[in-house]
């Protein structure tokens, strides 16, 4: 059925593009920036080089955050900014899978030392807006 589905209604990509692999296009895929190691302990800002383990960056050291540590899977820009704000706002789901998968390779070592993984508390009225968090 989903194969009939999708001749009569092709998908597209999270980039707007035809439908695409792994939700987008090559262009999409191309323009997306992975974070990657080296990178602050904390907020997961990238290094340009490997500084060592543990070390944080200026802003970090200077005010430190009432958490331990974040990663982020992409850095939030131009075209980044697109694709979550359509999976927030525009009932874009279907990409769900697809952004897990993103925030655990980004997460793995955090999530593998963790007692516990919490969701942000949404807004009980965004909540209603939404439909989920």
């Given at each position: 059925?989903?194969?009939?589905?999708?001749?009569?209604?092709?998908?597209?990509?999270?980039?707007?593009?035809?439908?695409?692999?792994?939700?987008?296009?090559?262009?999409?895929?191309?323009?997306v920036?992975?974070?990657?190691?080296?990178?602050?302990?904390?907020?997961?800002?990238?290094?340009?080089?490997?500084?060592?383990?543990g070390?944080?960056?200026?802003?970090?050291?200077?005010?430190?955050?009432?958490?331990?540590?974040?990663?982020?899977?992409?850095?939030?820009?131009?075209?980044?900014?697109?694709?979550?704000?359509?999976?927030?706002?525009?009932?874009?789901l279907?990409?769900?899978?697809?952004?897990?998968?993103?925030?655990?390779?980004?997460?793995?070592?955090?999530?593998?030392?963790?007692?516990?993984?919490?969701?942000?508390?949404?807004?009980?009225?965004?909540?209603?807006?939404?439909?989920?968090?």
């Amino acid at each position: 059925m989903a194969a009939l589905l999708d001749v009569a209604w092709p998908q597209t990509a999270a980039d707007g593009a035809p439908s695409a692999v792994g939700g987008f296009s090559a262009d999409g895929w191309a323009q997306v920036r992975f974070l990657e190691a080296p990178w602050c302990d904390g907020c997961g800002a990238p290094f340009e080089h490997d500084l060592g383990a543990g070390v944080r960056c200026a802003p970090c050291e200077a005010r430190p955050f009432a958490f331990d540590r974040l990663r982020a899977a992409c850095a939030y820009d131009e075209r980044s900014r697109d694709l979550v704000l359509q999976f927030k706002h525009g009932d874009r789901l279907e990409h769900a899978k697809l952004f897990a998968a993103w925030l655990a390779r980004a997460g793995r070592e955090l999530i593998a030392e963790a007692e516990a993984v919490v969701p942000v508390p949404l807004h009980p009225l965004r909540l209603l807006k939404r439909r989920y968090n």
